[in-house]
């Protein structure tokens, strides 16, 4: 098996610092798909940190949008997330409407904007989760319609248990995800919670309220891991397994994710993998609608109707190769004039 390039290593280097759940996840992957769904995380941790983190919140998205570009131009920024994110979604195909969706979502962020009810919540999680759910199933080959939806399912639930665990780190920080009118049934006004950030059993109900809805879609995932290729099974069952893991944990404290952040650590992780090697024998399935949120993420899917070839990982090694020489090339030339 080739080694893995300088980027696909600096992309590791990243995840493992800012994403550990899905860096332990991944290494369950086949290693076929390591590189390319390496590639897809980091694309999406520096796309969220560049809105996230920085200061100027509308040139982040300006240059988000610009990276993209360049990406599906062949001619990725001079950054190894960039290169290997571009040399994914050249090899497998990647239709460019779903990083697009990932990024309107993030402008979202930028807006500081607020969800009235849960379905307007949906519509967030669909682009910052569900296209990232239905890039990966297309980096396993997937192109059916109801696996695809699954794979939607699963990215979406991902995000409620995140904006679940998140409350209180959020409200610090001026963000606020849950759905206004749940709060309001709950007795809790938007502001002066924001304000004065406090957990209280009113709270703890919407949180349950939340990570509920994530569990139905967490179980309405399962049933689609009986359809991927089953050397990929045990990878996205173990992710599920985690990612459910740091709702129960949620739970575990009361529904209190404002003055403590849920974690699963390793040793916990572990053995949520180990569980996951018996979901992938699972013939367990699910047949169910795609949230309406998660429609247009689907339709892009299926337009483009393209099943990865054999050699893919190849053409994908051959892709990094050629931008590497490039990089070379061009440092020769910068040494040679200076």
Known sequence: MPRPSADILACRALLCSGSRSFHAASLLLPRRLRDPATALYAFCRVADDAIDLGDDKCAALVGLRARLDAAYAGAPADSAVDRAFACMVAAYAIPRALPEALIEGL??????????????????????????????????????????????????????????????????????????????????????????????????????????????????????????????????????????????????????????????????????????????????????????ANVFLLRAAEAAAWAPEPNAINKLLNLFERLERAQRDAATAGQRLA
């Open 107 to 292: 402008a979202w962020d930028s807006q500081g904007r607020r969800y009235e009810d849960f379905p307007a919540l949906l519509d967030y999680a669909a682009r910052v989760a569900g296209a990232v759910g239905v890039m990966m199933a297309l980096l396993m080959g997937v192109r059916a319609g109801d696996s695809l939806a699954r794979a939607a399912d699963l990215g979406v639930a991902m995000q409620l248990t995140n904006i679940a665990r998140d409350v209180g780190e959020d409200a610090q920080a001026g963000r606020l995800f849950l759905p206004l009118d749940w709060l309001a049934d709950a007795g809790i006004e938007a502001e002066a919670f924001l304000a004065v950030p406090a957990f209280t059993p009113a709270l703890a109900g919407v949180v349950q309220r939340l990570l509920g809805e994530a569990e139905i879609l967490y179980a309405r995932a399962a049933g689609g891991i009986a359809r991927l290729p089953r050397g990929c099974r045990t990878g996205i069952a173990a992710a599920r397994r985690i990612y459910a893991a740091i709702g129960a944990d949620v739970a575990a404290a009361g529904y209190d994710s404002v003055t403590r952040r849920a974690r699963v650590n390793g040793r916990r992780k572990l053995a949520l993998a180990l569980l996951a090697l018996g979901d992938a024998f699972s013939n367990a399935q699910i047949h169910a609608p795609a949230l309406p």
